[in-house]
């Protein structure tokens, strides 16, 4: 489940439907959750929200390593659940060979970094879901927004906030995915992910 390009068969034929899988990721508090709503309303596609956000509201804020682990197993469970409808819901696209987005907030590179930089380690499984797990395009979002008080964000200070960028950047830097850096006004951010998304369906790639 959840692998990008998946055989189905339509009336007899076998077709492949190609569904991009686009993660968002970067530092709390960068629109991660605000783009992947406005890039799913205009490719009229879904997007994934962050299962942490509910884990955390339903079982209160404080958390301990081991909950990590459990974030990281609901995240991608919600990942497969909706590949999987965007995938059964696709099905007309098939006859006309398109492409289809699913935008993403945060994967495992986020979980590793957060329990790294929370811990100082982190689960075998999640490390283990980063080689296993295939994506096509990341959009790495920038701290160059205001940060915005929430109840469950934790990085107020802007030092912490430029070490965590930089965390991400490396690893965007040093794995083999393309990806884009999002920066800017709301406007310029959603422009900036809508050339790279359309580049990637058009031709496949980014870069």
Known sequence: MGFGLQPLFLNGKRHLLSIRKIVV?????????????????????????????????????????????????GQLALEDEYFDKLETNSLPLLESGGHLPLFIDTDMYVAKVWSEFVFGKCHRYILDEIVRRKYDLYLLCNIDLPWVKDELREYPDLETRKKLYRIYKDIMVNQPVPWVDIRGDADQRFATAVTAVDKLIREGQVL
Do not use: M, V
């Not at 629109?31 to 884990?55: D, I, M, N, V």
């Open 25 to 73: 990721i970067g530092p709390e508090s960068t629109g991660k959750s605000t783009l992947c709503e406005q890039l799913a309303r205009h490719y009229e596609s879904s997007w994934c929200p962050e299962y942490a956000r509910e884990f955390l509201l339903s079982n209160g804020t404080s958390y301990e390593y081991d909950d990590l682990l459990t974030i990281a197993r």
